[in-house]
């Protein structure tokens, strides 16, 4: 059975006027997000990406994670 792991490097987050926790916890359900999107490419074959979403102070973690990986996935489709 092959690996189906995904590893990501480095994950870069900047919410201005949120919170260590609130980016930790974006950060978590992004991750989650991708690994449960089951389209991502093969491990090695992820390309550096860089998104950008309206994440309005104030806004829930769970929708902003929705938009970043919704965002990357666009970004991906558009790149393999």
Do not use: C, F, W, Y
């Amino acid at each position: 059975m092959p690996d189906r792991r995904l590893h990501i490097d480095r994950l870069v987050l900047s919410l201005p006027g949120g919170s260590a926790a609130d980016g930790r916890k974006v950060g978590d359900l992004v991750v989650a997000g991708l690994a449960a999107a089951g389209a991502l490419p093969q491990s090695g074959d992820l390309p550096n990406l860089s998104v950008t979403v309206n994440a309005a102070t104030g806004r829930r973690p769970e929708a902003v994670a929705r938009q970043i990986v919704d965002q990357v996935l666009r970004a991906l489709a558009r790149n393999v």
